[in-house]
């Protein structure tokens, strides 16, 4: 199982070009697609169509190579094999027939976009492509809404702007969302925003719907987390400006956090100017 590049054709490690070149076969999704691939690395290698549509049949072509004593590299068009991607079969076939599976790891869509995406640290929830359809899709994101999990999904350009808008209406306007357009490619877009004005973002510029899309929605933990933040950020602001007491009724009022905790970090805040000026 040898991961591929998602875009830029140098992200691939020279193990996963090694085992390219010593494989007897290279079972590859769109054979077009890793000639090029292969062209520019200057790899020979004999390919073999394995896609979904004969999935199967090329599991059983796999198993028989294997079981003449020959290695078989698969590959997809881009990233890891078996992620959102064909690949699970053939492994599942030559792991039954007792053949070793060795996974040369590599680039992958989710992991990229979720390592640079600037969402908290934390478990995340790997959904790949949600329905096509709008009402499958409203539902499975219903589920998926109060999982105390970051969301990673994969998303069509063509379907990328009812899914922000799906997921504001499940997940709630006020999560953040990461919307990761052609990584590692010349158009290369990380954009953070509210999920409520993602829609408006995207439908702004034709060229911000182009390409290929993970999007990332902060977790409800992490959203609760951010709001912790923002009341201290508020309270700092008022007492600035105000009494200890109107700061910490008004700092409560504005982001309904809890009047004990406001009121002691407000104490240590004021202990601290103080001790400061003296
Ligand atoms: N196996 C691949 C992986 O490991 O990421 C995923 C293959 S899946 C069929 C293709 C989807 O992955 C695209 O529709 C897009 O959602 C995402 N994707 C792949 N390459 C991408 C890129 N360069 N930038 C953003 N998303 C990408």
């Given at each position: 199982?040898v991961?591929?590049?998602?875009?830029?054709?140098?992200?691939?490690?020279?193990?996963?070009?090694?085992?390219?070149?010593?494989?007897?076969?290279?079972?590859?999704?769109?054979?077009?697609?890793?000639?090029?691939?292969?062209?520019h690395?200057?790899?020979?290698?004999?390919?073999?169509?394995?896609?979904?549509?004969?999935?199967?049949?090329?599991?059983?072509?796999?198993?028989?190579?294997?079981?003449?004593?020959?290695?078989?590299?698969?590959v997809?068009?881009?990233?890891?094999?078996?992620?959102?991607?064909?690949?699970?079969?053939?492994?599942?076939?030559a792991?039954a027939?007792?053949?070793r599976?060795?996974?040369?790891?590599?680039?992958?869509?989710a992991v990229?976009?979720?390592?640079?995406?600037?969402?908290?640290?934390?478990?995340?929830?790997?959904?790949?492509?949600?329905?096509?359809?709008?009402?499958?899709?409203?539902?499975?994101?219903?589920?998926?809404?109060?999982?105390?999990?970051?969301?990673?999904?994969?998303?069509?350009?063509?379907?990328v702007?009812?899914c922000?808008?799906?997921?504001?209406?499940?997940?709630?306007?006020?999560?953040?969302?990461?919307?990761?357009r052609?990584?590692?490619?010349?158009?290369?877009?990380?954009?953070?925003?509210?999920?409520?004005?993602?829609?408006?973002?995207?439908?702004?510029d034709?060229?911000r719907?182009?390409?290929?899309?993970?999007?990332?929605?902060?977790?409800?933990?992490a959203?609760?987390?951010?709001?912790?933040?923002?009341?201290e950020?508020?309270?700092?602001?008022?007492?600035?400006?105000?009494p200890?007491?109107?700061?910490?009724?008004?700092a409560?009022?504005?982001t309904?956090?809890?009047?004990?905790?406001?009121?002691?970090?407000?104490?240590?805040?004021?202990?601290?100017?103080t001790?400061?000026?003296?």
């Amino acid at each position: 199982m040898v991961a591929t590049p998602i875009g830029n054709l140098e992200d691939i490690s020279p193990r996963a070009l090694q085992s390219l070149a010593r494989a007897d076969a290279i079972a590859a999704e769109d054979t077009r697609v890793t000639a090029r691939l292969l062209d520019h690395h200057r790899v020979q290698g004999k390919l073999v169509a394995a896609h979904e549509h004969n999935e199967r049949r090329a599991a059983d072509w796999i198993v028989e190579q294997l079981a003449l004593g020959k290695t078989v590299a698969l590959v997809t068009d881009a990233g890891t094999p078996a992620i959102s991607d064909p690949g699970a079969t053939v492994v599942a076939k030559a792991r039954a027939a007792g053949f070793r599976v060795v996974p040369i790891p590599g680039p992958n869509a989710a992991v990229t976009a979720l390592s640079a995406s600037g969402i908290a640290e934390g478990p995340f929830l790997f959904a790949g492509f949600l329905p096509a359809k709008p009402a499958a899709r409203r539902k499975a994101l219903e589920r998926l809404a109060g999982l105390p999990y970051t969301l990673v999904l994969y998303e069509a350009p063509h379907r990328v702007v009812e899914c922000v808008e799906d997921m504001s209406a499940a997940l709630g306007p006020e999560r953040t969302l990461v919307i990761a357009r052609e990584l590692t490619k010349l158009f290369e877009q990380i954009h953070r925003c509210a999920l409520g004005e993602a829609a408006a973002w995207l439908r702004e510029d034709a060229d911000r719907r182009r390409g290929e899309f993970v999007l990332i929605a902060e977790g409800p933990a992490a959203r609760s987390e951010s709001a912790k933040l923002d009341w201290e950020r508020v309270l700092t602001t008022l007492l600035a400006e105000l009494p200890l007491a109107h700061a910490v009724k008004l700092a409560c009022k504005l982001t309904g956090a809890k009047k004990n905790a406001v009121y002691a970090r407000a104490l240590q805040l004021v202990r601290a100017a103080t001790s400061r000026r003296s």
